[in-house]
């Protein structure tokens, strides 16, 4: 789930045809008996048939989808910038990099622990086998030694130096695996909802997002 106020302008358009239908010549071509078993092949083929129909169901969404009837959801800049002014001590609430300090030392303060959190949307490298031509099957393989946003993490601590570009960073351990990884805050969501530490992250991630100079 992303924290910014428009919609996720990737989940709305369409996939890219020529990668949806990209298939393996071996398929089609000659002597496929010697290319490839009839288990594989049917494998290969229903993963295209599933990717056909996600292209179809998507362009059938881009049809119905009026941009200019679209209303994006606004900020309620009213209750949500006295909070962050709070937070940060100044009505300049732009990202950067002094403000980000202060953010830093504020959620070391306020965040509760244990703090466990999962991915507010796919991560970079997941957008090639969630909306590419990537299988589930490869997905899983990269998985083992990659963050998924499908995974939860236990919070280890918030990295003392910040960056302008991607903000502040948490140290987390895959509690699956214990398995730990550096991932930019602004991907990243308590894994409950009803907790306090759900709020704290939220806020943080609504104002990187809508606040960048």
């Given at each position: 789930m992303s924290k910014s106020n428009q919609p996720d302008q990737k989940n709305l358009s369409q996939p890219d045809l020529p990668c949806l239908i990209q298939l393996d010549e071996g398929i089609f071509g000659g002597r496929i008996a010697e290319r490839i078993s009839p288990d594989m092949m049917k494998q290969e083929l229903q993963h295209f048939l599933d990717k056909l129909e996600h292209f179809q169901l998507a362009l059938a969404a881009d049809e119905d989808w009026d941009e200019e009837e679209y209303e994006y959801e606004d900020l309620n800049t009213e209750e949500f910038e006295p909070k962050i002014i709070s937070i940060l001590g100044t009505k300049r609430i732009q990202v950067n990099w002094p403000n980000l300090q202060k953010y830093l030392a504020y959620l070391n303060k306020a965040i509760q622990r244990p703090c466990i959190l999962t991915g507010n949307q796919e991560f970079e490298w997941?957008?090639?086998?969630?909306?590419?031509?990537?299988?589930?099957?490869?997905?899983?393989?990269?998985?083992?030694?990659?963050?998924?946003?499908?995974?939860?993490?236990?919070?280890?601590?918030?990295?003392?130096?910040?960056?302008?570009?991607?903000?502040?960073?948490?140290?987390?351990?895959?509690?699956?695996?214990?398995?730990?990884?550096?991932?930019?805050?602004?991907?990243?969501?308590?894994?409950?909802?009803?907790t306090e530490n759900y709020e704290l992250i939220d806020d943080y991630v609504t104002w990187f997002e809508n606040y960048q100079i």
């Open positions: 997941e957008e090639y086998y969630v909306f590419g031509p990537g299988t589930q099957k490869q997905h899983e393989k990269q998985r083992k030694n990659q963050p998924s946003y499908m995974d939860q993490f236990k919070l280890i601590s918030l990295v003392k130096e910040v960056s302008e570009s991607a903000g502040i960073i948490a140290q987390v351990e895959r509690l699956s695996d214990r398995q730990k990884f550096t991932l930019p805050l602004s991907q990243l969501e308590e894994a409950e909802p009803t």
